[in-house]
């Protein structure tokens, strides 16, 4: 008897990826020998990342609208209609218990593909304002999962919907700090508290703006920093930061071992996506939010405000950055206001989010 096997979907970002990987993770653990199988975008993160993961990967031909007037919004039909073509033909040969959606334009026609075709469903979403992609599927799919409450009010009438929080990779906990440390090339045993700095899996120009400008002050604080630059600022901030201490300052376009990165930081820079809120509260992580200013609905502004009322992060406006970041870490920089943050912000975890929403997807396999 072949064994089960389960579809995720959704990709584009690591926001929309590494909950799909998470919730996959506990379906491995729970159940060995189950197939895996991903639909994501070519040449976009999931195209390395889940390989790597040791996950099957298919692509489809799917892109949004731009939002600016482009030739290329004359395609987005075509792309759509091939893409609903190409998903059933995948659906048709995985033949899978239950398909799961967690964002990006990939999950929509997969998603919808399984809703016609009978096939159980299953969709995480991760913001506080939902998508369009997710509001228009809600009503068809077996569950909906989100990450917070006031999302739930946000959802078509009659969606069978749960609050499970938003899924976090257990490979990012249980990291040695010493080696993790080392990992960057920085002695574990060197003073001053390590900083990483991410603006997502790729990467935000204003974010590498106010460390830039903000470098000399941070060298003063004697504060080492591991710097998750993005590809296409890769170049620029390793010219810039080469007059610093190399033991003191890593840069790279992308790090693949989060958990790494996480376990050496003491403080985190960053956005405010879901996901990232999700991470930081997982493993307790002070944090200064800068919001992506043009996120939908202003998501991002919503969820680094809800760490900012509990204490667990300071948070700065993106255009106010570059001025006001040596000031804000100045101020965090205390153990004992850091053992505080760090306090408030696990109080707000949900680490068990993936593995719940694994035993949901596994329960609808029950069902069929």
């Known amino acids: 008897m072949p064994a089960d096997c389960y579809v995720f979907a959704g990709g584009g970002t690591g926001g ?16 060995p020998g189950a197939r895996i199988c991903f639909i994501g975008t070519k040449g976009k993160i999931e195209s390395r990342v889940v390989p790597a993961e040791g996950y099957e990967f298919r692509t489809l031909w799917i892109s949004g609208l731009q939002r600016r007037l482009s030739l290329k919004n004359l395609l987005v039909p075509l792309k759509a209609g091939v893409s609903m073509i190409r998903a059933r033909a995948y659906l048709r040969e995985l033949a899978p218990r239950a398909v799961v959606g967690t964002g990006g334009y990939v999950s929509g026609p997969v998603v919808m593909a399984a809703t016609m075709m009978g096939i159980p469903t299953l969709i995480h979403e991760q913001n506080s304002v939902p998508g369009e992609t997710t509001r228009m599927l809600a009503p068809r799919v077996s569950e909906v999962h989100v990450s917070f409450e006031e999302t739930m009010k946000r959802l078509p009438a009659g969606t069978k919907v749960f609050l499970s929080g938003n899924p976090t990779r257990s490979a990012l906990s249980g990291v040695d700090r010493a080696a993790a440390v080392k ?41 080492r920093i591991i710097w998750q630059t993005g590809a296409h600022d890769a170049e620029r901030i390793g010219t810039a930061v080469s007059k610093y201490p190399r033991n003191r300052i890593w840069t790279g376009a992308f790090i693949d071992n989060m958990g790494y990165a996480y376990a050496a930081a003491d403080a985190v820079v960053c956005r405010a996506g879901a996901t990232t809120i999700a991470e930081l509260t997982r493993l307790g992580k002070p944090a200064i939010l800068v919001p992506y200013p043009r996120a939908a609905a202003g998501h991002q502004t919503l969820n680094a405000r809800s760490m900012e009322s509990c204490g667990a992060a300071l948070v700065v406006a993106d255009a106010e950055a570059p001025a006001r970041l040596g000031e804000l870490l100045s101020m965090m920089m205390d153990d004992a206001k850091l053992a505080s943050m760090s306090r408030a912000s696990a109080s707000l975890g949900r680490p068990e989010a993936a593995r719940v929403i694994a035993g949901r997807v596994m329960a609808l396999n029950r069902q069929v």
């Not at 929309?16 to 159940?31: M, Q, T, V």
């Not at 002695?187 to 603006?199: C, R, Y």
């Open 183 to 223: 990992y960057f090339d920085m002695d574990p045993a060197g003073d001053g508290k390590v900083v990483l700095v991410s603006g997502g899996s790729l990467g935000a120009v204003s974010v590498n703006d106010a460390v830039l400008a903000n470098l000399d002050s941070i060298s003063g604080m004697r504060l």
């Open 16 to 31: 929309h990826l590494y909950p799909a990987l998470a919730i996959a993770g506990e379906i491995r653990k729970a159940s």
